[in-house]
């Protein structure tokens, strides 16, 4: 981590210094920064910026061990470990009175957002229904000291929590966590399938169960390790618009008319560290939080479609820009029924580009899927487009679905191993 001591401005100064070090090899150094122009507490970016550093916060050699991670617990479900209730937390060790957003250093990243927003935080809601409570990442804006917007994902948990409260007329309360245990961070982010909520992952993922406090001014639990926790409520029709947001597209999210929360109270430990991430051209640090989601939620895939061997993304898509999916072909037409399963349900529906290849003895490569692409396809037979949807079918056609009969490309594996035995012969060193 490298340490600025200098004072900074919150509002584009620190976004730049961010954007310069996500772009080093292997995405660069966190960041703290001692001295956040306006604010008295220190504040950390890209601390998720780089695959070896998100690995070893998460537990895991390598992020591909996520996999097998998910896997055994959708074999074991039990093992997932609810969170449990303690009634004393580091988060809550000082009351903020009056409360203040703008004491802390959130940044403004691009000229033209529309202001300050918290873009790490963990949201939590419940459903006034069923009383089941919701983990969840969605952007936040600032409006003043005591009031923020919330942007919901539609079809997200907090979304759904939202609607209900508003076809009641009923008063909303909403807490937003900043910080804590960084798998929070990342469950928090994940869309999850029914029957698997967050907090429950984040428990199992850790080794131990989430210990959560009660909020100061409602019933909502937090997590207790939280950095900071900023309690309110949010009243039926009340809108602002959030202005633009500077998006991964290279380009600004026009924004929309966001619910706004009313501050009821903010709670922090007694030194506070802020966090905060930088949303931009890639590669950024949430390139390697959509990379580790992708790890964790393969398993999902493969229960949909068994025939799903890997799944790879590249940075630029950010989640759900393009997503190349190899399987074990073993019927015609199967790469298109896949297609089709993917773009009908599951965490891959939202992909705008999905790419199906035939699974090989080497990892799953982007290069590869690429190849077979542009290759393989015949465009009048292997897209599927469904409205901002295209699918490409890549996989090897066999006659029955209008492929024909091929003489592959195989080494001979007498001679492969012949060279294996023979390269340092050959003057290679390795």
């Not at 210094?17 to 507490?41: C, H, M, N, T, Y």
């Not at 199992?204 to 989430?210: D, I, K, P, Q, S």
């Not at 199906?356 to 015949?378: C, F, H, I, K």
Request: charged share 25%; aromatic share 6%; proline share 8%.
């Amino acid at each position: 981590m490298h340490r600025v001591e200098v004072e900074v401005d919150p509002e584009l100064e620190v976004a730049e210094i961010a954007d310069r070090q996500s772009k080093e090899p292997g995405g660069g150094k966190a960041l703290w920064f001692s001295r956040v122009k306006g604010s008295r507490f220190p504040l950390v970016t890209n601390l998720f910026g780089a695959p070896a550093r998100l690995a070893a916060a998460l537990g895991v050699d390598h992020l591909d061990q996520l996999s097998a991670r998910m896997e055994r617990l959708l074999d074991h479900p039990g093992e997932a470990l609810a969170p449990c209730l303690v009634h004393q937390a580091p988060c809550q060790e000082v009351l903020q009175e009056p409360p203040d957003l703008f004491s802390f250093p959130f940044l403004k990243s691009w000229p033209e957002d529309g202001g300050r927003f918290i873009t790490l935080p963990l949201v939590v809601t419940r459903d006034p229904e069923t009383g089941a409570d919701n983990l969840g990442m969605y952007r936040v804006r600032l409006f003043d000291p005591c009031r923020a917007g919330i942007r919901w994902k539609p079809g997200s948990g907090g979304h759904g929590h939202y609607q209900k409260y508003q076809a009641a007329g009923r008063p909303m309360p909403v807490a937003i966590a900043v910080g804590g245990d960084p798998v929070l961070t990342l469950a928090a982010a994940l869309p999850l399938p029914q029957g698997l909520d967050e907090l429950s992952l984040a428990g199992y993922l850790r080794g131990e169960a989430v210990p959560l406090v009660r909020c100061k001014s409602s019933d909502l639990l937090v997590p207790a390790d939280a950095e900071l926790v900023i309690e309110g409520v949010i009243e039926p029709g009340e809108l602002l618009s959030e202005g633009p947001f500077g998006n991964h597209t290279g380009s600004y999210h026009p924004g929309a008319e966001v619910p706004v929360l009313r501050v009821t109270c903010v709670t922090h430990r007694a030194q506070p560290v802020c966090l905060a991430t930088v949303v931009g051209k890639p590669p950024m640090e949430d390139c390697w939080l959509a990379v580790a989601a992708q790890r964790l939620l393969l398993p999902l895939s493969r229960r949909l479609c068994p025939e799903i061997v890997d799944v790879r993304q590249p940075l630029e898509g950010i989640f759900h820009g393009c997503t190349v999916v190899s399987i074990k072909k073993r019927a015609a037409g199967q790469g298109r029924r896949v297609l089709e399963r993917l773009h009908e349900t599951g965490w891959l529906k939202a992909s705008r580009l999905l790419v199906v290849v035939d699974a090989e003895a080497a990892p799953l490569s982007l290069s590869y899927g690429l190849w077979r692409a542009l290759n393989e396809v015949r465009l009048s037979r292997d897209l599927l487009v469904d409205g901002e949807f295209l699918g490409v079918d890549a996989t090897v056609k066999w006659p029955g679905e209008g492929g024909e009969e091929q003489l592959r490309l195989e080494k001979d594996a007498a001679v492969e191993a012949l060279v294996t035995r023979r390269w340092k012969e050959y003057g290679f060193c390795d």
